[in-house]
């Protein structure tokens, strides 16, 4: 039943982008890169649901692309909930902290991600493309939002769910599922 859910919701998922990149391409501009491209073709490798101390944070997708070293990822978070994009940015920071993460990364990403982060209300999404050798590309509910150049700051930022490490175990396997820790964060697979 989980197998077929996973195909229904990546045949969907497959129908949804190429509705978007069809009706925006009528008035898109070829040189402007709207995130959409990064995700051609993904599969939807795992997802869960974010729960703290009983009430439901947000649910969460994690869909590949390619292979090997050359793979790009999407984690796309749903929100339930309201959040100040401050607080969004403060619990990533404290997250990266507790991953080993140096001040002075925290501090250049925290600056970028002030510029990012939306504030948050139920049924909003937020998506973190890695894209190999460029770094991570943000989009809020389907519209980019910045990116943040780097592999370095990527491996932390999927990191706080993809990590061993992280604080989320629970979550971190519903995302992997039966596949492996990205490269780009843990070459033991």
Known sequence: MLLYMQKVLTALFKVLMACLIICSGANADPTHDNGQTHLHGAKLQGQGRMTYWGFDLYDAQLFVTGNGNQASYALKINYLRNFKADALREQTMKEMRQLGVSDEN????????????????????????????????????????????????????????????????????????????????????
């Not at 990403?109 to 050798?133: C, D, M």
């Not at 629970?170 to 990205?182: A, E």
């Open 106 to 189: 925290r501090q250049k990403w925290s600056v970028s991600l002030e510029k990012i982060f939306p504030n948050i209300a139920p049924g909003h999404s937020l998506t973190a493309i890695y894209r190999p050798q460029r770094g991570t590309l943000f989009l809020h509910n389907g519209q980019v939002v910045g990116e943040v150049p780097g592999d370095d700051f990527s491996k932390s930022f999927f990191g706080i769910w993809l990590d061993p490490r992280t604080s989320a175990p629970q979550l971190r396997t519903q995302l992997l599922s039966q596949g492996c820790t990205p490269s780009f964060i843990n070459q033991q697979c």
